[in-house]
């Protein structure tokens, strides 16, 4: 591990390697290297300053530098190595694969090493990499796989007699860390494979772990609702996730794995099967598919010209925006397996593939100020506050910077040049600072050290990186706790918005949640903005809020960690909310999807005196904290024991509001799409799901109409 000024030396290396290079235009090998031993110090810098970034990504998951940035440098220090061989050494990052394990999972070897592609962001490049296939082969012709390069966390798969036997992450490329059990809560993998149809005993797969873009955007709510800080990117999301030490949290992160690649495969006698029996790689990609595995299937075009390649790459970087999930280039692939064994590879990566990376979406603006906000349960978080810029589609002119760490790492000033990031449509955040261009003006941002809402002394746990007011009457929190109390997914109070709260809170009518439900209505009525009509509607909301399902005051109680699935999940176990005073912190471990930190926090909530005097003045109040009980006919619904699905935009209603409709019937909402789904509801622009649904025994599918008229 390095330390923290070991990280701040190495960053101000980067950035002055980096200055060294552009103000020499790039080549210091032509202007400023002139002999063996200023080239030796140089050497010595970039190998340095290599090693500790692939430390950083492939171990933190974390990104200090762009990979315009890293690629820079690592091309640099080869060019350097070239020009002079006497430098080239067995260890440089040049000669090996990017290093990185932790200590927190067995490091087990692959059976094929790992290598990385080579990496282009100019079209040239494609077209050479085109010619030098063709010359090193000496054909005319050459069919290459082009495909996506998912934007993730890379992974090895292992199949034994059809059994996923072993998952590693990329390591340092030669070993890997063994995440097996976190692999198979990825839902996307199937623990068990058809591969001996095809003659296989053993096969090495390698693919990628992520998150579809829009479930990180769900993610992301969930943990705002629970008070926790947002994740940056799905990237850092998807490769975190892989060294979870809680595979029930991996599970709830939703994750996907596209597989791409066989690296190894063997028959009952050890026969090596690639390039023999499997000639073609876009042939391997069909199998895995048809054994059940997310491939790039339907992405990926085999095409013989480097114009070709050009022009399916320039397609994807225009409607890349549009993708289930986040890619940050193109990977283009010999498609004839012989031939790959002809072409080889280096040490570092083959020579019969090669990435082409789209610039990111980025732009540069000014940092005004900084705003520090407290959530509903105290969490502190430094808000950036930019000089309005577009980017991606939108003006982006306030961003988070999620703890104190974030802005400390990335030596983040007051007055500086930022560049502002936006991975695909997700949020926007500062990828790095432009110390170049600072003035000697910037100010650094000092964390407070007390709340700036109450002032109460704020604490930071060892296992967090959030600093939190522990001051339950902080009037911030209060307001937050209001705010979430009555929004859409909790108690959907319409006519209480964030505005009329804070105004209710400064005329002195609400502080807690049972205000809410003893507003003075006659002295509201007279508020500007508030008329006759108004005050009726808000009277009738917050009387309907009475009648709400119990899994909704759960929700919108804001206990810390509890999304809306988790309060739905909760309220399936009991009849009424108090019964929870009674379970005991073993008893919430046992439930499923609920991990020890979940478990602790809500064995907390309840077996708190304040919890227990809220939730009796609640009930005196008339809210319902009891699920409704029936009797006879009505006990079951006419959808009770049925599970449902939607995929698509329905025409009639929200989704949000046909699975309400489900569960009002008895029915079920599924998560996913499995073979306990009953019914697949399907409307317009329907994703894949309807293909996969139709090969699942027991799964029907049905229209938007057919699914009216059962609910009719």
Not at 216 to 238: C, I, M, Q, T, V
Not at 502 to 522: N, T
Request: one cysteine or more; hydrophobic letters at 35%; a negative charge.
């Amino acid at each position: 591990m390095y330390t923290p000024e070991q990280i701040q030396d190495f960053k101000n290396l980067t950035n002055k390697l980096l200055e060294h290079l552009d103000s020499n235009n790039h080549s210091l090998i032509q202007s400023s290297i002139h002999s063996i031993s200023e080239a030796a110090k140089e050497v010595t810098d970039l190998r340095d300053v290599i090693n500790f970034h692939d430390h950083m990504y492939y171990v933190q998951s974390e990104s200090i530098i762009t990979d315009f940035e890293y690629d820079r440098l690592f091309k640099h220090l080869k060019s350097i190595e070239d020009h002079f061989p006497a430098l080239a050494t067995d260890d440089s990052p040049t000669h090996r694969i990017a290093q990185g394990l932790t200590k927190e999972f067995p490091t087990v070897s692959h059976i094929v090493p790992m290598l990385s592609l080579d990496n282009s962001y100019n079209e040239d490049d494609l077209i050479d990499f085109d010619r030098k296939v063709k010359d090193l082969s000496k054909l005319e012709s050459v069919n290459y796989t082009v495909e996506p390069k998912f934007d993730g966390g890379g992974i090895s798969l292992v199949y034994e007699n059809d059994r996923l036997s072993r998952a590693l992450t990329r390591g340092d490329g030669i070993m890997g860390e063994e995440i097996t059990p976190n692999i198979k809560a990825v839902k996307s993998i199937p623990p068990k494979a058809n591969f001996s149809k095809y003659g296989i005993k053993t096969i090495e797969i390698r693919g990628e772990v992520i998150i579809p873009k829009e479930k990180f955007k769900k993610y992301n709510k969930d943990r705002a609702e629970a008070g926790l800080s947002e994740l940056a990117n799905p990237r850092n999301a998807a490769s975190g996730s892989l060294r979870m030490q809680d595979a029930a949290e991996v599970a709830r992160r939703n994750l996907d794995a596209i597989l791409y690649h066989i690296s190894y495969a063997v028959d009952e006698n050890g026969n090596d099967l690639l390039g023999s029996t499997f000639k073609k790689r876009s042939d391997n990609i069909k199998m895995l598919n048809d054994l059940g595995f997310k491939t790039p299937i339907k992405e990926l075009k085999i095409l013989n010209t480097g114009k070709a390649i050009v022009d399916y790459c320039e397609e994807w970087h225009v409607k890349r925006d549009n993708f289930t999930y986040e890619i940050d280039g193109m990977v283009v692939k010999v498609d004839n397996l012989e031939l790959e064994d002809i072409l080889g590879a280096t040490s570092h990566h083959p020579r019969w593939a090669i990435a082409y990376k789209f610039q990111a979406r980025q732009a540069r603006t000014k940092l005004l100020k900084v705003e520090f906000q407290v959530g509903r349960i105290g969490t502190i978080t430094p808000v950036a506050k930019l000089q309005p810029v577009a980017l991606g589609g939108v003006t982006v002119s306030s961003v988070s910077m999620f703890n104190e760490d974030f802005v400390k790492d990335k030596d983040i000033r007051i007055g500086d040049e930022v560049v502002v990031e936006r991975a695909g449509d997700v949020i926007p955040y500062i990828a790095s600072s432009i110390k170049e261009s600072r003035s000697g003006h910037e100010t650094i941002i000092h964390f407070p050290t007390h709340c700036p809402s109450c002032g109460t002394k704020l604490i930071r746990s060892e296992e967090e990186a959030a600093w939190r007011c522990v001051n339950n009457e902080c009037p911030a929190q209060v307001y937050e706790r209001l705010v979430h109390f009555v929004s859409k997914d909790a108690m959907d109070i319409a006519g209480l918005g964030p505005a009329s709260i804070d105004r209710f809170i400064k005329e002195g009518w609400v502080s807690s949640i049972p205000d809410m439900f003893r507003l003075p209505y006659d002295d509201i009525s007279k508020l500007e903005g508030f008329g006759e009509k108004s005050v009726e509607k808000l009277k009738l909301a917050i009387k309907a809020a009475k009648q709400k399902h119990p899994y909704r005051l759960l929700f919108g109680l804001g206990i810390r960690h509890v999304g809306e699935t988790t309060a739905k999940n909760l309220m399936e176990e009991v009849n009424c909310i108090e019964d929870f005073e009674r379970w005991s912190l073993e008893e919430f471990n046992a439930l499923y999807d609920v991990g020890p930190k979940v478990a602790q926090s809500i064995y907390e909530f309840f077996h708190s005196e304040e919890t227990v005097n809220l939730l009796n003045e609640l009930k005196s109040i008339g809210l319902q904290t009891c699920k409704p009980q029936k009797s006879g006919s009505e006990t079951e619904g006419k959808l009770s024991g049925q599970m449902f699905l939607f995929t698509g935009t329905l025409a009639t209603m929200t989704r949000p509001k046909a699975e309400e409709k489900v569960e009002e019937l008895g029915g079920k909402i599924a998560g996913s799409l499995s073979a306990k789904v009953n019914y697949l509801v399907v409307g317009a622009d329907p994703g894949s799901k309807v293909e996969k649904a139709k090969k699942l025994a027991g799964v029907k599918v049905i229209s938007e109409d057919e699914f009216l008229v059962m609910i009719a």
